[in-house]
């Protein structure tokens, strides 16, 4: 290539082997993720000895072959094919959400030529509806098929399409519909110009005009790397980064859109009753509150009510307080705690896991598609290249793959793993490496995880058993292990803490039937913290470096990107005032951050552990014996839009 002899693995394209020495080779239609169509004709190079240029995305390398990518005559078909798609084009980068980062303007800048030779009138096409998330000006498409293919390889939904032929070839829906997909924004990403735009960005602000920042999603356990972009002090929009071994450009559109509810409906000013307003509850600010504050907490007895969403630092900052004061604080979980003794995860690389499965995938009583988007789509990704066989019980829902589905009864779907349904216990025998998710509706109908996973390890030695938690925090929150809530705990005269918990129907029991003092904790304003004593501002993942734990048990911390009031505060901060220790000599104190912390570095060295060794930590602890209730599985998120706080105080959502 270009004069350079290198020796590359077979039956890849010219493209990629380029690409494995640094040389650029322009592209529209080539992507990654996404099957080769060849049909942008903008990758073309030079072969010795060939009459024509060659697509270099399409065409596999031989050996002996001489390449040339940069030639006159290379340059000239590139500069062909750029007039050609500027054809139609519609001259409106001024407007274009695009402009700035459109790979078209990048081309035309360094392959397209000064001048144009085109005279005639432009052809448009018909805009297309796809839902409120995606904006489209169908005249700027090129046609280079990447959302068809997304769609289809990826989406699993068919929902674009190509129609008619020639010059008259248009993207478009075959009926009009909603693109419904929980990671349909990803065609915004993958579009190389300005047919497909970000609706709630359009004509907010130029690529120039924003700040980057990198940070995590915590809208699920996945913790997929994003970039946000921000104005002064406003959010304006998130995307994907690229991580080939964790998220692979890909984020739900959770994690895309819930941006704009960090400023909409914020606790912005501590509040509390006033001697002045007869106990009437006012806006009083930090420096009167804190007083108050730090004698409630200290003269009586403290219940905090925590559930899976609270970071990682606030729960070891509670932990330390619990043990400090043992007689006056207690710390509740809301969250059923259905781990074991001794805790541990042997996710360690997620990547590895998927890309080996060779027989089949089992989804027990779990709906990837809502409880962890990213998950799912990585394992379709899996499935459409392989002859991996799919099946599923517990929770029937709309796949988008093809699926066994089994029985919804949550006692008898592990007759399956016995042998006593057909087919399937020959697929899980017959399978080398299989892999068995298990899911939170079954989690919650089980006496112990921690023993169901060892039993079926135990069943198929062979299998690898995967437990994504909801939510960002959830490994760190079993980890921790705090009591659940009793009726005993509600009778009890004490001060309840409420720290970032959902307003929901059992928060709101506790709220009613405690007799003493309320204190609401939360990023943003609902109904049931007009009914407590005190209602007090906290700071949202955007504004703070919180740490959290992701279902690999690796730890992933936030940045800290806009500040939308000096009011709002981090959890551990807050209790670091009121209980009188620094919040940095908690976590110097605690050694399982440290060897979390150690392991989340090491991770790359983690993998060469024997994995025997790793299964049988697992089974120290546990009970062989998992009591398996006979109610049905209930699927606990209900919209995948509105899943927490953050996500239901979305306009956008």
């Keep these: ?33 996404l099957s080769v169509s060849g049909n942008c004709r903008m990758c073309l190079v030079e072969i010795e000895n060939a009459e024509k240029p060659a697509a270099s995305c399409v065409t596999e390398v031989e050996n002996g072959m001489s390449i040339l990518s940069n030639t006159p005559f290379v340059l000239k078909a590139r500069e062909n094919v750029v007039e050609a798609l500027l054809l139609n084009h519609p001259l409106d980068c001024p407007i274009c959400d695009q402009a700035g980062e459109c790979d078209l303007q990048d081309q035309v800048k360094k392959h397209g030529s000064n001048y144009s030779r085109y005279f005639f009138k432009k052809t448009s ?59 349909s924004g990803n065609v915004i990403d993958l ?54 071994d964790f998220n692979i450009n890909l984020i739900s559109d959770k994690a895309r859109y819930n941006y704009d509810a960090n ?49 990682f630092d606030s729960l070891l900052m ?29 996710n360690l690389n997620l990547d590895e896991i998927v890309t080996n499965v060779d027989g089949c995938v089992f989804f027990l009583g779990t709906n990837p598609k809502i ?63 299989s892999l068995i998710v298990v899911g939170n509706s079954l989690k919650n109908r089980v ?25 960002a925090n959830t490994e760190a929150f079993n980890l921790v292990k705090f009591q659940n809530v009793s009726a005993y705990d509600l009778k009890q005269k004490k001060v309840n803490f409420f720290a970032k918990t959902e307003d929901n129907v059992l928060v709101r029991n506790i709220l009613k039937k405690s007799s003493d003092k309320s204190i609401w904790f939360n990023t943003h304003n609902s109904d049931i913290a007009e009914e407590a004593s005190y209602v007090l501002p906290a700071a949202s993942h955007f504004e703070q470096e919180r740490t959290y734990l992701n279902f690999e048990h690796q730890l992933h ?24 220790f620094s919040s940095t000599q908690v976590l110097n104190e605690t050694k399982v951050y440290d060897y979390l912390k150690e392991s989340s570095n090491a991770s790359q060295n983690l993998k060469n552990i024997n994995k025997s060794f790793i299964n049988s930590l697992s089974i120290l602890g546990n009970v062989e014996k998992v009591q398996v209730s006979k109610y049905p599985l209930i699927q606990e998120i209900g919209n995948f839009y509105l899943s927490d706080t953050f996500s239901r105080n979305s306009a956008i959502m």
């Design 371 to 433: 409880e962890n988007a990213i998950l799912n789509a990585k394992i379709r990704i899996k499935l459409k290249d392989n002859l991996v066989k799919l099946f599923s019980s517990g929770l029937n829902f709309d796949y988008n793959f093809l699926n066994s589905f089994i029985n919804l009864n949550a006692s008898k779907m592990f007759r399956g793993i016995d042998g006593k349904i057909k087919g399937f216990g020959d697929s899980m025998a017959q399978s080398k490496r």
């Design 1 to 33: 290539i270009d004069d350079l002899e290198i020796s590359v693995k077979p039956n890849i394209s010219i493209l990629e082997a380029c690409k494995l020495i640094g040389i650029h080779i322009p592209r529209f239609c080539y992507h990654e993720l």
């Design 125 to 183: 096409v018909e805009d297309k509806y796809c839902g409120p998330l995606i904006k489209t000006v169908m005249t700027r498409c090129i046609a280079c098929t990447r959302c068809v293919r997304y769609t289809s390889e990826i989406a699993g939904l068919d929902f674009y399409g190509t129609l008619n032929r020639g010059g008259n070839t248009e993207i478009s829906p075959y009926v009009p519909s909603f693109f419904k997909s929980e990671i």
């Design 191 to 244: 579009c190389p110009v300005g047919a497909l735009t970000s609706r709630p960005y359009a004509s907010k602000a130029r690529p120039w005009e924003l700040r980057l920042a990198e940070t995590i999603d915590v809208s699920d356990s996945f913790h997929s790397t994003v970039y946000v972009n921000f104005k002064e002090t406003e959010i304006v929009r998130v995307s994907s980064k690229a991580s080939v």
């Design 263 to 311: 400023s909409i409906n914020r606790i912005i000013a501590a509040s509390g009753p006033s001697t002045v307003t007869k106990d009437k509850k006012v806006k009083l600010g930090w420096k009167k509150l804190l007083p108050k504050l730090e004698s409630l907490v200290l003269d009586s007895k403290v219940n905090f009510f925590v559930d899976e969403k609270i970071d």
């Design 557 to 580: 911390t936030t940045s800290k990107i806009v500040e939308i009031c000096k009011a709002c505060k981090s959890l551990d901060s807050l209790l670091a005032i009121l209980y009188r």
């Design 447 to 471: 006496s112990n995880l921690n023993s169901l996973q060892t039993v079926i390890k135990k069943m198929i030695p062979t299998a690898t058993v995967l437990y994504a938690g909801l939510y």
């Design 318 to 346: 509670l932990q330390k307080i619990q043990m400090m004061y043992p007689t006056n604080v207690s710390v509740k979980s809301l969250t059923l705690n259905k781990n074991g003794n001794f805790y541990t995860n042997t």
